[in-house]
């Protein structure tokens, strides 16, 4: 079994859900977005069109992150979902360096949303469980996964843009979805051979 | 919590003419500010229309009342809601005959939609 | 300055063990989601979409799941404040002192009481759109006071008059929107249901993806594409503010090109075959006073009531009475040859072939005369929508825009049947278990339709009667107007004067509205405000208005608050098309923190004080329609819980009284066919010409004569007309660009720029806080994109801003995300990001429309670079 998303962009608005949705089931700190909204203008007025992406970690299949990382923190966990063992993160990067989806972030200190006055209750709930010094990213809401539950970007999607199932189970929805419609990964050319799949606009 | 007669009032008032039936006015709102006195009670005939009751409502307070109440001579304004014994009416319903007990009939004017 | 804010909260002591999942209802804009609210040990942790609920179907935007940060926002105000500098300007401190809520409500009542012995007109009541659990508490405080003065800032001004009315009268309901589930081919003008915003936004994005999956064709008239131009299958760029020649361009088209309509729809449906004399009226019969229609099988005008509609005449020319006279729609069909493609062309930019090709593909994809079996029901199937809101709404010819636009539906019968242009649920057919919250749209006056139902009592049709004006915004003379300008125009007072208003206001009770920035220039706005003795405002943060308040009341916000009817009225923002009802609660989710009261309990306390309390009682008894035993005693105090209480059970009965929505969440039921398409077996007609425009120009013009004011021909013909509004009649050389302001997708009005994960998003969003610029237009003037550029009118109003250069912008446009720029201290986050879209508008009695007093909301502008990209 191997986890994977497939991200319809034909159903996808932009809406910013699967962005904050994912910042509030993690309370991660300002500045990081585990799940990001890109926007790019393709062609020119008026014959011009507005692509949205979405994006996240891709849970390589060869993950540079996990091949660089010297302590074995970043590592596949099981079902191809790859994850940071912060207890072996040593915080030197190389994982981020490696990464050609710029999808990782660093927690150098603690940081709350409204400076001067010290985390909110919430920030306090959620925000405890990220150590600092380390290295942060998407783990398909391993948590979530857990208590039987869909990663929060796709159980929130109200376009119904995100897929998430097994990408090795030939008769999955996601692998249905893309064998169909003719699924594509970003930067191919890296050869990391992603987890999450897009299908055209 | 129910609002009614048995609750909230005195007795049957006393008939003022012949067939006369007393009703309970309940002014609120803006049209409240025009009667001070609440419930006021009126000798009407029996079986009037609202209309008809409004008429003379309008004779007692005012041109005012009327101004409130009516868009026109003969169509009251939507927002203006008018209920006999709780249940809403309009223009072309009579009073009804209550033996034993008053008509309690209330008058308000809502305010008109904006925008959202 | 001594104010006490809520920094280092400390967790509620008695709520450890605490894990609950609270079924309640999104208020990050006026959509009112349903939603689940997770409390862990008296915190809220987290906001997902209920998925027991159609209103959001599990789902929300990210605005929805970012509620918490604004709840647990440090600035919210905490306790009561007062003023104690009696200056009042933008940028004064007004020296703040908190009282306690004695102090706060024992002045407000006084002063109240005061007024209203003098004259309950001089209070003037205004809320904010977003939060629509305001409405009924509100509304109901203004009924029982006796004041009309409502008013909700810049909604409605800028968004609403003619988008509601006119979706009222041709539609039963507050907006429309294609029936994504059957429709084939939809096309919007400056609308973006389905794209995150607005009437069910979350349920549309839903079911607007589907309906992309399926291979809906959605064609998108916007001066910019990016929301839901992004998404469509042909984005239209046009002039600002020239949508409505463009609609009717095309009906010219489907009429006078194409000769496709749908004539049994046309003859049983509309107004059409109603005889029109010279003097632009209805031809009637003289004893029933009905309108007549020319009967083709008898040949002879008769009342339109005795005639079958087959046999109906929808052309030519006829004599009754030695009067010539025409059916409307010939009217109509000669009206629109003045809006040939090429004149559109010149007007619209839009080039005069693809007007051509859009009308046609409109015209054949409605496949006029089919039928759809849905649930076993027979029922008409015109899978094409023509929609609007507020982009093409939002001008001074704001009335004929929308009417243009929906004339489309009209001509091709795509009006409430399957596929085609719906309004949100016009027909109920009531809770199953107790028959109530029943409506349908029905026949009126002279055969027209009447909503259903509506946002009050306050119906679209008939339209009221103008009077001398009692109310300060003149909608009772402009009764086509919903919101107006002259709630805070420059030219008030003489507006006031001249018309001869009665009174004028002293106390302003606001809720949440941020009137500095929600209607236009904030120093027109400031004097407004300058010029009340009194003003009392629930807020959740200090903000520009604050400065001109004179008591500030700390509020809970929507996961610390109760509503009974957080998805009704179920024309508002309840998803449209088949599927199923759903009626759900707002619940506090939290505690309130220091001194916070929710405002409905406040309300209460206050009505008790003024001593209106019988009167607001009352008032709530007849909008909320509570009959026997439910309906409230007169001075028996309740609390808001106990008036909820009392809502659910009148509609659902004693078993589904608030204890039990407070478990639930929400009660459903399936619809019907019958209901979302209503309108094959409802004998109803509605008006495609305007013949009640002639009666309302003659009696505001027999009114206001004595002024010295006619009101403009040109804006009340019974057909629909092209007046620009006054910014594009700006020449002066140097100002090129129509600015114009759209609603983003991460934020809702102006206040949600203080929740610093919108905030952050928005920062990293290439639009959200710039200027946009066609980019070749920008470069050719040496303009670079991160470029700081002051946006400047003719008038010398002007705002600053980044700008960023698009392609995604027709060349004349100036797109900026309304509503952001805050510059207030009390919302931090907010302060100093985006820019203040408003500054750019003149608030006074020429940029009004004379039709609906919908303002102007275009700015012709000019461009200056100040500063070089960072």
């Known amino acids: 079994m191997r986890l994977g998303m497939v991200i319809d962009l034909k159903r996808c608005i932009a809406c910013y859900g699967c962005q904050l949705s994912c910042k509030a089931e993690h309370g991660t700190p300002p500045g990081v977005f585990f799940a990001r909204v890109l926007k790019r203008e393709e062609g020119r007025y008026p014959t011009v069109r507005q692509l949205f992406l979405p994006v996240l970690c891709n849970h390589c299949d060869d993950a540079p992150c996990v091949e660089v990382c010297p302590t074995e923190a970043s590592h596949h966990a099981p079902h191809g979902v790859v994850d940071i063992d912060h207890d072996k993160c040593v915080g030197c990067r190389a994982c981020m360096m490696a990464c050609p989806y710029s999808n990782r972030y660093f927690h150098d200190e603690r940081q709350f949303y409204f400076p001067e006055s010290g985390p909110t209750l919430y920030e306090a709930a959620r925000s405890e469980r990220h150590p600092e010094r380390v290295v942060m990213k998407c783990n398909f809401c391993a948590e979530r996964r857990a208590d039987g539950k869909l990663p929060a970007c796709v159980a929130n999607c109200a376009a119904g843009a995100r897929y998430f199932g097994d990408l090795h189970d030939p008769n999955s929805e996601v692998s249905r979805l893309i064998k169909d419609r003719g699924g594509f990964t970003l930067h191919p050319e890296a050869g990391t051979g992603p987890a999450v799949y897009y299908l055209a606009p | 919590m129910e609002y009614s007669a048995s609750e909230s009032g005195p007795s049957r008032g006393e008939a003022e003419g012949p067939g006369h039936q007393a009703v309970r006015l309940w002014l609120f709102g803006g049209l409240a500010v025009l009667c001070p006195e609440r419930p006021l009670t009126l000798e009407v005939p029996p079986g009037i229309t609202v209309g008809e009751l409004l008429g003379l409502l309008g004779k007692r307070l005012g041109a005012a009342l009327l101004e409130s109440v009516m868009e026109t001579p003969s169509r009251k304004f939507s927002i203006c809601r008018v209920f006999i014994d709780g249940m809403p009416v309009d223009l072309d319903d009579r009073l009804p005959e209550t033996p034993g007990g008053l008509s309690d009939f209330e008058l308000i004017v809502l305010t008109a939609a904006e925008g959202g | 300055m001594t104010i006490h804010l809520s920094r280092r909260e400390e967790k509620p002591s008695n709520a450890s063990g605490i894990d609950k999942w609270v079924p309640s209802a999104c208020a990050l804009c006026y959509a009112t989601c349903s939603i689940r609210a997770h409390n862990v040990d008296g915190v809220v942790i987290k906001i997902e979409g209920n998925p027991d609920s159609v209103v959001g179907k599990g789902k929300l935007c990210g605005k929805g799941v970012s509620g918490l940060m604004g709840h647990y926002d440090p600035n919210r105000l905490t306790r009561p404040l007062r003023r104690t500098n009696p200056r009042k300007g933008i940028g004064v401190d007004p020296g703040w002192k908190e009282i306690s809520w004695e102090e706060a409500l024992t002045e407000i009542a006084e002063t109240l009481k005061r007024v209203r012995a003098e004259d309950p007109r001089k209070l003037v009541v205004q809320r904010t759109t977003t939060v629509t659990a305001s409405r009924i508490p509100f509304h109901s405080f203004a009924a029982g006071f006796g004041t009309p003065n409502i008013a909700t800032a810049g909604g409605g001004l800028h968004c609403g008059n003619g988008a509601h009315e006119i979706s009222g009268i041709m539609h039963a309901s507050w907006s429309v929107v294609p029936d994504f589930a059957y429709c084939n081919y939809a096309i919007y003008f400056g609308a973006s249901k389905g794209h995150s915003a607005g009437h069910a936004s979350c349920s549309n994005m839903g079911l607007a993806a589907d309906a992309r999956a399926r291979g809906m064709k959605m064609v998108v008239v916007d001066p910019m594409c990016n929301f839901a131009s992004a998404k469509a299958s042909e984005w239209v760029p046009l002039r600002v503010g020239t949508d409505g020649p463009l609609a009717l361009a095309m009906c010219n088209v489907i009429v006078n090109e194409l000769g496709r309509i749908d004539e049994p729809y046309l003859q049983s449906k509309t107004n059409?075959?109603?005889?029109?004399?010279?003097?632009?009226?209805?031809?009637?019969?003289?004893?029933?006073?009905?309108?007549?229609?020319?009967?083709?099988?008898?040949?002879?005008?008769?009342?339109?009531?005795?005639?079958?509609?087959?046999?109906?005449?929808?052309?030519?020319?006829?004599?009754?009475?030695?009067?010539?006279?025409?059916?409307?729609?010939?009217?109509?069909?000669?009206?629109?040859?003045s809006f040939s493609p090429e004149a559109a062309e010149a007007i619209t930019t839009v080039p005069a072939a693809n007007i051509r090709r859009l009308a046609t593909e409109f015209a054949t994809e409605a496949r006029i005369g089919s039928t759809i079996v849905i649930d076993g029901v027979n029922v008409p199937y015109r899978p094409v929508a023509a929609i609007a809101f507020r982009g093409s709404q939002g001008h001074m010819n704001s009335t004929y825009n929308f009417l243009g636009i929906d004339l489309l539906n009209q001509l091709v019968g795509a009006a409430d049947v399957a596929g085609g242009c719906l309004g949100f649920n016009p027909a109920c057919n009531g809770f199953p278990g107790t028959g109530r919250l029943k409506y349908r749209p029905k026949p009126g006056r002279d055969g027209l339709m009447v909503s259903g139902t509506w946002m009050g009592y306050h119906y679209p049709y008939p339209m009221a009667e103008p009077r001398a004006p009692q109310n300060i915004g003149l909608q009772d003379l402009f009764v086509m107007g919903m919101n107006s300008p002259f709630l805070a125009s420059s030219d008030q007072e003489e507006v006031w004067t001249r018309f001869g208003l009665p009174y004028r206001p002293e106390v302003l009770l606001n809720f949440g509205a941020n009137m500095l920035m929600s209607m236009g220039t904030k120093e027109t706005v400031a004097a407004a405000l300058q010029r009340y003795k009194l003003i009392v405002s629930f807020d959740l943060f200090l903000n520009e208005t604050s400065d001109f308040v004179d008591i500030v009341l700390p509020d809970c916000d929507y996961l610390q608050s109760m509503d009974s009817r957080s998805t009704w009225p179920f024309i508002f923002g309840h998803p449209a098309g088949m599927g199923e009802w759903c009626w759900g609660i707002r619940q506090p989710a939290d505690e309130p923190r220091g001194e916070q009261r929710r405002f409905a309990d406040v309300l209460l306390d206050l009505a008790d004080r003024v001593g209106i309390l019988p009167d607001v009682h009352a008032a709530m008894n007849a909008s909320l329609n509570l009959e026997a035993p439910y309906r409230l005693l007169p001075d028996r105090r309740y609390s808001w819980d106990e008036i909820c209480d009392a809502e659910l059970k009148n509609n659902f009965g004693e078993a589904h009284g608030l204890g039990w929505f407070k478990k639930n969440g929400v009660i459903t039921w399936p619809k019907t066919p019958d209901e979302p398409y209503w309108r094959a077996t409802t004998e109803a007609r509605v008006p495609i010409y305007w013949e009640f425009m002639v009666d309302i120009h003659e009696k505001i013009n027999k009114i206001t004569q004595q002024c010295g004011y006619k009101a403009p021909d040109e804006y009340y013909d019974p057909l629909p007309l092209f007046n620009p509004c006054l910014s594009h009649e700006c020449k002066t050389p140097g100002f090129d660009f129509y600015a114009f302001y759209y609603r983003d997708t991460l934020h809702s009005n102006s206040y949600t720029t203080e929740n610093p994960w919108l905030d952050e998003a928005a920062r990293l969003d290439p639009y959200s806080y710039t200027i946009v610029v066609n980019r070749s237009v920008g470069e050719a003037r040496g303009l670079k994109s991160g470029d700081l550029i002051r946006v400047e009118t003719e008038v010398g109003r002007s705002v600053e801003g980044r700008i960023?250069?698009?392609?995604?912008?027709?060349?004349?446009?100036?797109?900026?995300?309304?509503?952001?720029?805050?510059?207030?201290?009390?919302?931090?986050?907010?302060?100093?990001?985006?820019?203040?879209f408003n500054e750019l508008l003149?608030?006074?009695?020429?940029h009004a429309s004379p039709q609906n007093l919908n303002l102007d909301l275009c700015a012709k502008v000019k461009v200056t670079r100040i500063g070089e990209a960072p």
């Open chain 3, 842 to 846: 003149e608030l006074d009695f020429a």
């Open chain 3, 272 to 337: 059409g075959p109603y005889l029109i004399g010279p003097d632009k009226r209805y031809v009637r019969d003289p004893g029933s006073g009905e309108p007549l229609v020319w009967d083709c099988g008898c040949n002879e005008a008769r009342p339109y009531t005795k005639v079958p509609s087959a046999s109906m005449a929808l052309l030519g020319e006829y004599r009754v009475d030695g009067v010539a006279c025409h059916p409307a729609f010939q009217l109509l069909k000669d009206h629109l040859q």
């Open chain 3, 804 to 836: 960023c250069l698009s392609e995604a912008i027709h060349p004349e446009g100036l797109g900026i995300a309304g509503l952001a720029g805050h510059w207030h201290a009390g919302m931090p986050v907010a302060k100093g990001k985006g820019v203040f």
